[in-house]
């Protein structure tokens, strides 16, 4: 990956400055139909108005925002400065994250802890032109804390009224825990129901199958919230298949494991199942050994619903943009691809048909809109 091309400041902040880079300036070749020059496709991945879906909001919490809660609560953290934290973030696989990630979460307390987690991320987003996001949250790792419930899903909702992007909330059941744990954090969740848009599943995958959640996600598909699961991230193929068939999800996050099985990949594409793949993620955590050997494009080929996600982006080096640059640097995908990731980030979202349509239009007019 060219640390050159996620270097934010090697691109002009003003569009009209962008748009008069010539060839001449462009230091590699560009691919595909894409005959702009390279920063020219930075700034429109940059630019162009987009949608986030996978994003745990837990895993944006900053090394320094864990340190000045850590201080605010007078939790007691393993490490002794922001440096020697950030340094531990070396993984090997999924659990070596988990196992860190949950520790970072140990510093959030109370119901303001929550909102200024979720205030940062929202500003951040919003930088990176996402206009709306779906909020994965992780209740059963606070509430096994002490945490009450309702300062969680208070303080992550007010943060989501007071915008500056449109946000919705989605409980993630941890699949290391029982299923019996899940049914009685949905139980307890049942007066802020207005609150959630929907529930998924998350944490150690492997040995977790989606079967083992089969009730719980019943009981929220009659209670009207929708549905999604992590399953193909480490997890085989099978895992993505009984999501489907057996817990009813609507999308799929991550699922890069899909193309394991041409069957499958069929399925996906007929029935527009959307992925929510997270590129920086799955290097960081070794589903692919670099992004050159990313499978986004053969994804994308399958007339799959792919979109670009960050997961946890304060521990796999980036947000939604830098995701965008990262996949962009590494693939021959052009600037067809920015248009259709775009579009299927809105098309793959939890609103309403006539809101999807004003989000589909502008990314339309955006890219109509390109002096190219
Ligand atoms: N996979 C599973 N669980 C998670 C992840 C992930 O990428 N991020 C936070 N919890
Ligand atoms: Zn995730």
Redesign the pocket.
């Given at each position: 990956m060219s640390h050159k091309f996620l270097d934010e400041t090697t691109v002009p902040a003003n569009p009209a400055a962008a748009l008069r880079y010539t060839s001449s300036m462009s230091h590699r070749p560009t691919h595909l139909e894409n005959t702009m020059p390279h920063p020219q496709l930075q700034m429109i991945l940059q630019q162009m108005p987009k949608a986030e879906l996978h994003i745990?909001i837990?895993?944006s919490l900053e090394p320094e925002l864990i340190f000045e809660l850590a201080q605010r609560n007078g939790v007691a953290l393993a490490y002794d400065s922001v440096e020697t934290l950030r340094q531990a973030y070396a993984f090997d696989n999924?659990q070596s994250?988990?196992d860190i990630?949950y520790a970072g979460a140990s510093v959030l307390l109370h119901e303001q802890d929550f909102y200024d987690m979720t205030a940062a991320y929202l500003r951040r987003a919003a930088q990176d032109n996402v206009c709306h996001a779906e909020i994965?949250f992780?209740p059963q790792t606070h509430t096994a804390r002490g945490v009450p419930l309702r300062a969680v899903v208070d303080g992550i909702y007010r943060a989501c009224q007071e915008g500056p992007i449109s946000a919705s909330l989605i409980m993630?059941f941890l699949r290391h825990l029982s299923e019996d744990d899940a049914l009685a954090t949905l139980e307890d969740a049942l007066p802020l129901r207005d609150k959630i848009i929907g529930v998924g599943l998350?944490?150690?995958?492997l040995g977790h199958p989606p079967e083992k959640f089969a009730r719980v996600f019943e009981r929220c598909r009659q209670l009207g919230l929708r549905l999604v699961a992590?399953a193909g991230?480490e997890g085989p193929p099978a895992y993505i298949e009984s999501a489907l068939d057996l817990l009813n999800v609507e999308r799929i996050?991550?699922g890069v494991r899909c193309l394991e099985d041409p069957l499958l990949v069929q399925r996906l594409a007929r029935e527009q199942i959307a992925l929510t793949v997270?590129p920086l993620?799955n290097i960081k955590?070794r589903v692919f050994d670099t992004m050159a050997q990313h499978n986004m494009l053969e994804l994308l080929d399958a007339g799959l619903v792919v979109t670009v996600n960050s997961?946890?982006p304060a521990y796999f080096g980036g947000y939604m943009n830098a995701n965008l640059l990262a996949v962009f640097d590494a693939l021959p995908l052009g600037l067809s691809h920015a248009q259709r990731l775009a579009r299927n980030s809105f098309t793959a979202a939890f609103l309403d048909p006539e809101t999807k349509r004003g989000y589909l239009a502008q990314v339309d007019a955006y890219f109509a809109g390109l002096a190219l």
């Amino acid at each position: 990956m060219s640390h050159k091309f996620l270097d934010e400041t090697t691109v002009p902040a003003n569009p009209a400055a962008a748009l008069r880079y010539t060839s001449s300036m462009s230091h590699r070749p560009t691919h595909l139909e894409n005959t702009m020059p390279h920063p020219q496709l930075q700034m429109i991945l940059q630019q162009m108005p987009k949608a986030e879906l996978h994003i745990h909001i837990e895993g944006s919490l900053e090394p320094e925002l864990i340190f000045e809660l850590a201080q605010r609560n007078g939790v007691a953290l393993a490490y002794d400065s922001v440096e020697t934290l950030r340094q531990a973030y070396a993984f090997d696989n999924l659990q070596s994250f988990l196992d860190i990630y949950y520790a970072g979460a140990s510093v959030l307390l109370h119901e303001q802890d929550f909102y200024d987690m979720t205030a940062a991320y929202l500003r951040r987003a919003a930088q990176d032109n996402v206009c709306h996001a779906e909020i994965f949250f992780d209740p059963q790792t606070h509430t096994a804390r002490g945490v009450p419930l309702r300062a969680v899903v208070d303080g992550i909702y007010r943060a989501c009224q007071e915008g500056p992007i449109s946000a919705s909330l989605i409980m993630c059941f941890l699949r290391h825990l029982s299923e019996d744990d899940a049914l009685a954090t949905l139980e307890d969740a049942l007066p802020l129901r207005d609150k959630i848009i929907g529930v998924g599943l998350d944490s150690s995958e492997l040995g977790h199958p989606p079967e083992k959640f089969a009730r719980v996600f019943e009981r929220c598909r009659q209670l009207g919230l929708r549905l999604v699961a992590h399953a193909g991230e480490e997890g085989p193929p099978a895992y993505i298949e009984s999501a489907l068939d057996l817990l009813n999800v609507e999308r799929i996050d991550h699922g890069v494991r899909c193309l394991e099985d041409p069957l499958l990949v069929q399925r996906l594409a007929r029935e527009q199942i959307a992925l929510t793949v997270c590129p920086l993620s799955n290097i960081k955590l070794r589903v692919f050994d670099t992004m050159a050997q990313h499978n986004m494009l053969e994804l994308l080929d399958a007339g799959l619903v792919v979109t670009v996600n960050s997961d946890d982006p304060a521990y796999f080096g980036g947000y939604m943009n830098a995701n965008l640059l990262a996949v962009f640097d590494a693939l021959p995908l052009g600037l067809s691809h920015a248009q259709r990731l775009a579009r299927n980030s809105f098309t793959a979202a939890f609103l309403d048909p006539e809101t999807k349509r004003g989000y589909l239009a502008q990314v339309d007019a955006y890219f109509a809109g390109l002096a190219l």
